[in-house]
């Protein structure tokens, strides 16, 4: 039988069937399970996703999962995977959708560069449509990037959505991950996951259309905390945009959701520019360069098996996802036969990292700040000790000592908000020698905190607070900011917490 490109053989833990659907190969994995190519007796070939057994077993997971499904079912439109089929009750809950062979948009972006402006406009009118579809079943999708677009000569397909509000107790609970993708990610969504609407999906779709015009989103950083401090603190960055997109790019931008336009407007505002053929097809695929049309057309004529998939990675990650393409531990007691089936797409399923699996088969031989908490601990895991990090900043010159950590003074502890967290610094001017404290207040006893400088970076370092509800962190003794003293500005102090908290305060430094 033959394989679509890029599809990993299946591996001896993988089950040989989900349903009624034989597996074919593995499409990727991710944070909640794995995606699997399958197809149906008659021939069919759908993209089934498999939810990990652990995180069904979440108290309610299987009753949002069901209500996600049923909405997703609704979904109907041309720019969108249909679900085919779903089995929230299986051991392994599972969801298929028709398999598209398509390059992602982020993949499609990677090998060809930024597409031309008419190509661009034809992206957004399609997932714009898909939104719209999406948006009137009563679903927000909640993930929209560049990895979940595929695209295809006969117009964009929008993928994942449907289970992304089930998996939202779940990844904050058992991955400490978020719903979400922080470089894609609404401001909004990203301060709270709940917080997602269908304006948050726009504000998503402004980023992707970025994406495709330069190669970069809006926000950029080495880690997930430099792209969330910078969400919060900065404007996106708009380098190489053309100014024809400028307009409706920056409106699906706005900070405020309230500010965006909706799916339907931003579709209005592409639909004058899409090229109609003389049989009233569209024919805006003729815009996208010779190279793409030529990587798209070989995800048809080009089966063949991939030597190895890659998990989810750079800023178009899901902010929790993980590979989950090495060899798993034992798997857990198998309860009863797999049924059913589940899916995307294969260009965008390897990258996406929608969900990976774990679970018995039979053995045969053949891969939205989100909450800021949320994004708090995973910067903790994904940041290397102050050590080594403050070495590499100040090279191999040795650094001058710390200067001592003066106590907070009473009237900076008065000054500090009741009853939430909060913090403030011990003076709010100096000089570049000054030892600026930032002194917290009512945090969760344990929290792990991290201290940002709004336009800098996160600091390798993080407090841990007290018992009382308290923690102090003087800014830059051990040079983490910088090699020499403070540079004379202004600065704004983010402090987030691994239990949800935020708090900021502000200082100057002056020239001494």
Known sequence: MPQPALVEPLRRWDPEQVGGYVLIGRLGAGAMGRVYLGRSAAGRLVAIKTIKVELAEEPDFRNRFAQEVAAARRVSGAFTAAVVAADPEADVPWLATAYVPAPSLSTLVRACGP??????????????????????????????????????????????????????????????????????????????????????????????????????????????????????????????LPGSLAEIVLACLERDPRGRPSSAAVLADMAPFISLGADGSDASAASLPGTAVGLIAGYGRDPGMAPEASAETGADATFGSQPALGAPGPPPVRRRALQGLAGSRLGHQREAGAVGMTRPAKPRWRRPLLIFASAVAAAAVLMTSGAVIGTSIAGSSPLPPPLPLPPPSSAALSALPRGRPGIIMNQTAGDSRTVFVVIGRGWKPGSIVTVALAGVRASPEHPVVDSAGTFNYAINQNHEFFRGGLPPRSYRVLAMASGGAMATASFTVNRG
């Open 115 to 240: 597409l031309p402006v008419p190509a661009v406009r034809w992206l957004a009118a399609g997932c714009a449509e898909a939104l719209e579809s999406i948006h009137n079943a009563g679903l927000v999708h909640r993930d929209l990037k560049p990895s979940n677009v595929l695209v295809s000569l006969d117009g964009p397909r929008v993928i994942d959505f449907g289970v992304a509000r089930a998996a939202e107790r779940i990844q904050l609970t058992v991955t400490r991950g978020a719903v979400g993708t922080p470089a894609y990610m609404a401001p909004e969504q990203a301060r709270d996951t709940r917080q997602a609407t269908m304006a948050s999906d726009v504000y998503s779709l402004g980023a992707a259309m970025l994406f495709a015009a330069t190669g970069h989103g809006p926000y950029q950083g080495e880690t997930v905390m430099d792209v969330l401090v910078r969400l919060a603190t900065e404007a996106p960055d708009l380098t190489g």
